[in-house]
């Protein structure tokens, strides 16, 4: 461990805040990206459930239709 | 005999073109005005001081020739496009490539061989000193084709598109850096009196590679474009 | 060779080694992305010169071989694309464009902040900086492209195109703006047996580009599943796997 206390880890020897902003916005822009991939994927597989769904109704509707 | 068709196949592209441009005047004009105008904010947004324009002439007047090249791309195979020949040229048996090139060299004829031409004249009002004036036009008649082949690769890729004008700026400008950086730097390198044929040559070796790789390139982008 | 590879030209199978690759990605890019930062910020030892804000170095490299890595590994897809007509590649193409994007982000950014403190500037005109700066225009070029087709299909060949013509003018562009301009320090790392860092610094640094490398091999991979899905939706297979509830 290079810091003595948790304040010196915080303070970075006087850069802390051009530290902790670079590794701030990295963490914040890597996040972003990972959960909107993740996000797009679950909406994706929704709308696709949601057609499987409609076009199952669509064809329930033409069988009564035909009865 | 194949031979002879090909040659007939470009020289007749060429001179459809460069005909079209010369009846519809304002297409030769317009980037011409426009280049002159944009040279003329820069003077009144820095300020009129001889030394400090000298200095920055030939950025300004390369920037401003960049942005006018530019302004033609859009409607290089735009017009070709709506009315359907682009469509004709694809089908026919001749090589796309032979054909694109033909289009970008008039392309190039009707808007960058004027601003070489007019370049000396602008030139006199940014206050370039009479040795980088040489310089000058020697960059542009250099630079210029390239700036039209590499352009021609993002109209090619867009001309599909309905607002395809905003993004071809977008996907041309960063590919232009190069041209930019080594043909003010021979012109800042003439205006110390010093030698920039080395500079000149890259450009040449740029220009070189460009005509043999970019009608390629524009042809599979057009092709992408039409179907 | 070809016949082992040639499967995964098929969307199902690929979507299938998607999945099989997705753990060890992921595995690979928590652990590392930990012991890396905890590492480097709290561990290594301090630059004598730089002083605690070289730490920075951890995220600023990686994130720049990377910016560079995956714009390479995009235009290889863009070329097999374009010469063997697979679909799939264009899709990566796709897939790996925005994550490229977003380390080229993070390279400029933390390349900011540390030339703010070492160089007394947010911003410099320095040779790398700018054609990093380039770089990120090429991924928007790229991003930019594909979303403006309507139809998918020339939207994916299009911006194949452009990463090609993108690739071939890189090392132009690179060579010209350095050329232009050096302010930069030289590399740190590019040759290991005479390093010119300590291997106390060497080790959480590697660490953190195979993190950061594994992070752009995790997130295309779930992008690039995404993109098949929405390629494939009309497919039985994938009906049948999104029913299942996957």
Partial sequence: MQFESFSEFLAMGGYGFYVWLSFGSCSAILLAIFISSLRDGYKLRDEVRAQMRREERIKQAKQQEQV | MMNHSYWQLFISVYKKDVTLAFRQRSEIVNPLLFFLIVITLFPLAIGPEPALLTRMAPGIIWVAALLSTMLGLDKLFRDDFNDGSL????????????????????????????????????????????????????????????????????????????????????????????????????????????????????????????????????????????? | MWKWLHPYAKAERAYQLCNTLLPYFAVITLVCLVIGWVWGLAYAPADYQQKDSYRIIFIHVPSAILSMGAYSSMAIAAIIALVWQIRNAELAVISIAPVGAAMTAIALLTGAAWGKPMWGAWWVWDARLTSELILLFLYFGVLSLYHAFEDKKSAGRAACILAVVGVINLPIIHFSVEWWNTLHQGSTITKFDTSAIDPSMLWPLLINIVAFAGFVGLVTLIRLKNEIIQHEKHRPWVRELVGRGE
Avoid: R
């Avoid at chain 2, 206050?127 to 040489?134: F, H, M, P, R």
């Avoid at chain 2, 190069?178 to 800042?188: C, E, G, H, K, N």
């Fill in chain 2, 87 to 227: 469509e004709q040229l694809i089908a026919s048996p001749y090589p796309l490539p032979l054909s694109v090139l033909a289009k970008v060299l008039a392309h190039w004829t009707t808007t960058g061989l004027p601003m070489v031409l007019m370049a000396p004249v602008f030139a006199l009002l940014m206050n370039l000193e009479a040795q980088a004036l040489s310089a000058t036009v020697l960059t542009l008649l250099i630079g210029t084709p390239l700036l039209s082949f590499i352009g021609a690769i993002g109209a090619g890729l867009t001309v599909g598109l309905q607002k395809g004008g905003i993004l071809m700026s977008l996907l041309v400008l960063p590919l232009y850096i190069p041209v930019l950086i080594f043909a003010t730097s021979a012109i800042d390198t003439s205006s110390m009196s010093l030698a920039y044929g080395g500079q000149l040559a890259i450009l040449g070796a740029m220009l070189a590679i460009a005509c043999v790789c970019a009608p390629i390139a524009i042809s599979s982008a057009l092709k992408v474009s039409v179907n």
